[in-house]
């Protein structure tokens, strides 16, 4: 039986332990961290595998708000709080429940099992040629295939597409671990290109839409040999 791995930011050690228990007792989850919200912890998250995140919201370092504000990955959150004010805040983050403390074992059940359902839907109708990424506090679908370049912004990327552009929490290299390595390639620190949409270029700069990208020396046979065996 599939098991999902999940973690809990919670600052109160007694709500944690709560939790920890109830979730070793599901046949469904795997607990991988457990800590308060703090920038280290973040951190954390953000490069872990995680299917499942348990949320608490009024915590001292950081709040759950704040939390998921800084999350790049895009597991399902479920919020736990004392307080029903901060539901519809919390809907507004697209997460996936809310539980009001103290819960019920069929409410965290419940939970659970709407939660494990996203999970798997989310599996099945993400096609190879999208990518789920987190844009202005919402999750939005990319069209691979419209990508033009993605351009490094500090701790952001810069996704340009024929329609638009995104703005994403993110490192270039996160970024391009989720490309396709014969469909796109990182020609420069600053920039990752789609091969299918270079116009022309020589062994200073690609063109894409009038746009000019520098290309890393050390890349120039790897691009060669790319566009050489496109379609």
Same mark, same amino acid.
């Not at 991988?32 to 308060?36: E, G, K, Q, V």
């Not at 995140?53 to 001292?60: A, G, R």
């Given at each position: 039986?599939?098991?999902?791995?999940?973690?809990? #930011?919670e600052d109160s050690i007694t709500q944690r332990k709560l939790l920890e228990q109830i979730i070793a007792k599901s046949k469904h989850l795997k607990l #991988?961290? @457990?800590?308060?919200a703090n920038a280290e912890t973040l951190k954390e998250i953000n490069k872990?595998?995680?299917?499942?995140?348990?949320?608490?919201?009024?915590?001292?370092?950081m709040n759950g708000f704040e939390f998921l504000s800084g999350l790049t990955i895009q597991p399902q959150v479920i919020i736990t709080s004392h307080d029903q004010k901060y539901a519809l805040e919390a809907f507004d983050f697209n997460v996936t429940d809310f539980l009001l403390k103290p819960y019920s074992t069929d409410r965290f059940e419940? @939970?659970?099992?709407?939660?494990?359902?996203?999970?798997k839907s989310a599996k099945k109708k993400q096609p190879e040629s999208k990518l789920v990424v987190k844009h202005n506090l919402k999750q939005v679908e990319l069209n691979v295939h419209a990508i033009l370049y993605i351009e490094a912004l500090g701790d952001y990327v810069k996704v340009v597409t024929e329609e638009r552009n995104y703005v994403i929490?993110?490192?270039?290299? @996160?970024?391009n671990d989720r490309l396709e390595a014969d469909k796109f390639i990182r020609i420069h620190k600053s920039y990752i290109v789609n091969l299918k949409m270079v116009e022309r270029y020589n062994h200073e700069f690609i063109e894409i839409q009038n746009k000019k990208i520098p290309i890393s020396r050390a890349k120039i046979v790897e691009l060669d040999q790319l566009l050489n065996c496109l379609d």
């Open positions: 039986m599939k098991t999902f791995n999940c973690a809990i #930011i #991988i961290n @457990a800590a308060s872990s595998k995680i299917d499942l995140l348990f949320l608490d919201i009024e915590m001292p370092d419940a @939970a659970i099992t709407k939660a494990i359902d996203k999970v929490l993110s490192t270039m290299s @996160a970024f």
